[in-house]
């Protein structure tokens, strides 16, 4: 069994700054791709950015400048440093994974967390 836990969101005022974290735990060989979501009220999800397993990044233009993703492959984690919050930015922030549930990698499961709630507001 395979799972990905975030942490890290809250409430912030405009300007502020906050970092989510997600932590792959379980039968984890080996992390492929790693994404963040949003979802806000009322509106479909939305890919935010995305990280590689070699370390190449994209990100929603939305974000860009603004938002940071990382990883720490030893630790089978990935980040996103949020600067310059907007109310706008207010949504469940979900991650992603594609993770090899093998010794062989011969199984690849994609896995989402259960949300973390960030709010931007004063």
């Known amino acids: 069994q395979v799972q990905l836990v975030e942490s890290g969101g809250g409430l912030v005022q405009p300007g502020g700054s906050l970092k989510l974290s997600c932590a792959a735990s379980g039968s984890v060989f080996s992390v492929n791709f790693m994404r963040w979501y949003r979802q806000a009220p009322g509106k479909e999800r939305e890919l935010v950015a995305s990280i590689t397993s070699g370390g190449s990044t994209n990100y929603a233009d939305s974000v860009k400048d603004r938002f940071t993703i990382s990883r720490n492959d030893a630790k089978n984690t990935v980040y996103l440093q949020m600067n310059s919050l907007r109310p706008d930015d207010t949504a469940v922030y979900y991650c992603?994974?594609?993770?090899?549930?093998?010794?062989?990698?011969?199984?690849?499961?994609?896995?989402w967390g259960q949300g973390t709630l960030v709010t931007v507001s004063f």
């Open positions: 992603y994974a594609d993770i090899g549930v093998t010794r062989w990698l011969d199984k690849y499961l994609e896995v």
